[in-house]
């Protein structure tokens, strides 16, 4: 018999929401560049990257639940998503011509914003940091910024 687990603060929850969609846009990242399956690659996180240690570096462990659902959701949703951010882009530059961790980061972020409860200002701000850590010295996390507002107010207008 194991010994009994600590319950998980709040502080903890919230880590490991942020851990799952970064998680996620890697995982999407990922599915584009090696065309393997949601399954497959949901599979691959699970057992290889949640909580893993690289050389000393414990990643951090991702709120499962939370990262099926983005994954399964960007994916089912994609078509819906993509005309979403290509509305939020400048004209003539759609969502094809994007970095591919844009894109994935546009689709997770995407499918949050329209299939979960989550507030339309927590789903920015969590996808902005994502844009940080992926491009520490590019003006991505302005531009990530701007289209996902863009898309919040198109798809969660009542909460603003």
Do not use: C
Not at 8 to 18: E, F, L
Not at 64 to 84: G, K
Not at 96 to 111: E, N, W
């Amino acid at each position: 018999m194991s010994a009994p687990t600590a319950p998980i603060s709040g502080n903890q929850k919230r880590r490991m929401r942020s851990a799952a969609r970064f998680y996620a846009v890697q995982a999407l990242f990922q599915m584009e560049q090696t065309a393997q399956t949601a399954d497959q690659v949901v599979s691959e996180f699970l057992n290889h990257r949640f909580g893993a240690d690289y050389e000393g570096i414990e990643m951090l462990d991702g709120d499962v639940s939370l990262f099926r659902t983005l994954i399964n959701d960007a994916v089912n949703w994609q078509a819906r998503i993509d005309q979403m951010t290509d509305r939020g882009l400048v004209a003539k530059w759609p969502i094809a011509r994007l970095d591919p961790t844009l894109r994935a980061l546009f689709r997770v972020a995407g499918a949050e914003l329209t299939q979960s409860d989550t507030p339309p200002r927590v789903v920015i701000n969590e996808y902005v940091e994502i844009a940080r850590a992926f491009f520490a010295e590019g003006r991505e996390a302005g531009f990530v910024n701007a289209v996902l507002d863009h898309m919040a107010r198109a798809a969660r207008p009542e909460a603003f």
